[in-house]
């Protein structure tokens, strides 16, 4: 089994750290925002909250595709995100039995169990893009009135999958910090 490890390419770092800073900044966000058709008695902030998350989800989106289309070109960083065959594959079982003995999996481009959560967790985030993006144009002027029956179809799918990006949010961030006692070469994902 390949113990191999590639280092990140430079556009997959700048497109982490952008992806990093706008899902936590949809997140963060969707806590305290409301929907501008309701607003009775609602803090102008709530409102304001709700219209950045509307503009930035659509900045995230264009940041998704381009992670797509980076995905498309670079044959490692497909197989690293999709390991479903090769080392890349093998690797899972390695860090599966690595773990059940106390050691974290290697960093890097090398598959195995940190590339097919991280695969998942982008496929999470295409699916909030995805939704986020029909809705943005069933809100009408701006979110001024409430949108039409059809909107509650992505709105539903959208807070569906939240939950699985909340999920992964805490486990990447989690996995990430235990990673980095154990490993100097962790923050290198950021140095772009
Ligand atoms: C919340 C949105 C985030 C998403 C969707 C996300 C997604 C990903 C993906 C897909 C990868 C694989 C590399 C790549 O192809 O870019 C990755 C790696 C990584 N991410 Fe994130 N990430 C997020 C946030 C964060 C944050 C806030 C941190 C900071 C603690 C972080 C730390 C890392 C590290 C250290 C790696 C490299 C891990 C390794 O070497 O295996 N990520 N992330
Ligand atoms: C691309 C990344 C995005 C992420 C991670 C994200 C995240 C979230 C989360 C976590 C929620 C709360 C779901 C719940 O209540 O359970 C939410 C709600 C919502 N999001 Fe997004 N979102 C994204 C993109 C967008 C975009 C592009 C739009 C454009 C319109 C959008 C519009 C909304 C609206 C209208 C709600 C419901 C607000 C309400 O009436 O309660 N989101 N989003």
Redesign the pocket.
């Known amino acids: 089994m390949s113990t191999e490890t590639l280092e990140?390419p430079q556009a997959?770092k700048w497109?982490?750290t952008c992806?990093?800073i706008l899902?936590?900044f949809e997140l963060m966000s969707e806590l305290d925002m409301k929907a501008i058709w309701k607003r009775k008695g609602e803090l102008h902030f709530r409102h304001l909250l709700f219209h950045a998350h509307m503009w930035v989800g659509m900045a995230t989106a264009v940041v998704i595709v381009l992670f797509w289309l980076h995905i498309y070109y670079n044959k490692q960083?497909r197989a690293?995100?999709f390991p479903y065959r090769g080392s890349y594959l093998q690797n899972i079982c390695l860090d599966i039995t690595s773990l059940t003995n106390g050691s974290f999996p290697k960093?890097?481009l090398r598959g195995g169990l940190?590339g097919l959560v991280?695969g998942f967790?982008?496929l999470a985030?295409t699916g909030m893009a995805c939704t986020g993006f029909i809705m943005f144009f069933l809100i009408p002027n701006f979110g001024i009135s409430a949108p039409i029956h059809i909107y509650q179809i992505p709105k539903k799918i959208h807070d569906y999958i939240s939950e699985f990006v909340w999920v992964y949010?805490w486990v990447?961030?989690g996995a990430?910090?235990l990673h980095f006692l154990r490993s100097p070469r962790?923050p290198k994902?950021f140095k772009v």
């Open positions: 990140w997959t497109l982490h992806l990093a899902i936590t960083v690293h995100l960093s890097g940190p991280q967790g982008l985030v949010w990447h961030i990430a910090l962790i994902i």
